[in-house]
């Protein structure tokens, strides 16, 4: 079965500092991967996501994130991290790389910017 | 830029009420979706809607759940006799030919009292 871990559930970070959001997944096959993020009392707005294509996409808000199938990791990262990045960040996946609908999400973790 | 409602945004029942919870998907989506988050804990999903039936259901929408497209704009979420333990956020996302590019709506904080 696919499942994703994502590594830390509170992450901490400077404004202007590297972010750098963990993600690692389990699929017997080809997978779709995906970011979402989701503000303070706000749904899931899709941040970027992998369908086979490039290894490395680039979303909104600065964000990018690398397929490593060696790694079997999809980590999100942005450069320079904004006091408005503050958010929760869920990685997610698509069983059998979209044939079927359902997404399987991870814990979520949470980012803080500190001034 | 078009995006999926869900209404109400907050609802509060008594244990063993019936509620619906409302979604208006992007217009020309063909794929419908209920997930839900309980709180502290990850976004599960419960069901997906294509063709005006079920497609896929999770361990989690057993017999209190239904879902329906009564028109050509709502989709909804019934859950006959509400439980404690359905007290969630609830989300309805869509996909149009792109399946797997789900858009999510702002969800339904659900509280079973």
């Known amino acids: 079965a696919q499942s994703v871990t994502q590594l830390g559930s509170h992450v901490s970070v400077s404004e202007g500092a590297l972010v750098l959001l963990r993600c690692n997944y389990s699929?017997?096959?080809?997978?779709?991967l995906f970011w979402y993020v989701q503000y303070p009392n706000q749904g899931l707005q899709l941040l970027l996501k992998?369908?086979?294509?490039?290894?490395l996409v680039k979303g909104i808000n600065g964000f990018e994130a690398e397929f490593k199938k060696s790694e079997t990791s999809f980590h999100l990262t942005k450069p320079s991290a904004h006091m408005r990045d503050a958010a929760e960040y869920f990685c997610?996946?698509?069983?059998?790389?979209?044939?079927?609908?359902?997404?399987?999400f991870g814990k979520g973790t949470k980012l803080s910017v500190k001034p | 830029e078009p995006e999926v409602t869900q209404t109400p945004s907050h609802q509060v029942t008594q244990m063993g009420q019936e509620v619906i919870l409302r979604c208006v998907p992007i217009?020309?989506?063909?794929?419908f979706y209920w997930y839900r988050q309980i709180l502290g804990q990850k976004v599960e999903f419960l069901v997906s809607?294509?063709?005006?039936?079920?497609?896929?259901k999770s361990e989690i929408f057993d017999d209190q759940f239904s879902v329906e497209r009564p028109d050509g704009s709502n989709f909804t979420l019934k859950i006959r006799s509400t439980k404690l333990e359905d007290s969630a956020m609830y989300f309805c996302?869509?996909?149009?030919?792109?399946?797997?590019?789900?858009?999510f709506g702002p969800g339904t904080r659900l509280l079973v009292l």
């Open positions: 996302a869509s996909s149009g030919r792109v399946r797997e590019t789900q858009y």
């Open positions: 699929s017997s096959v080809p997978p779709y």
């Open positions: 992998y369908t086979s294509a490039a290894t």
């Open positions: 997610a996946v698509t069983p059998l790389g979209g044939s079927q609908g359902n997404l399987i």
């Open positions: 217009s020309n989506h063909l794929y």
């Open positions: 809607f294509y063709n005006n039936e079920i497609s896929e």
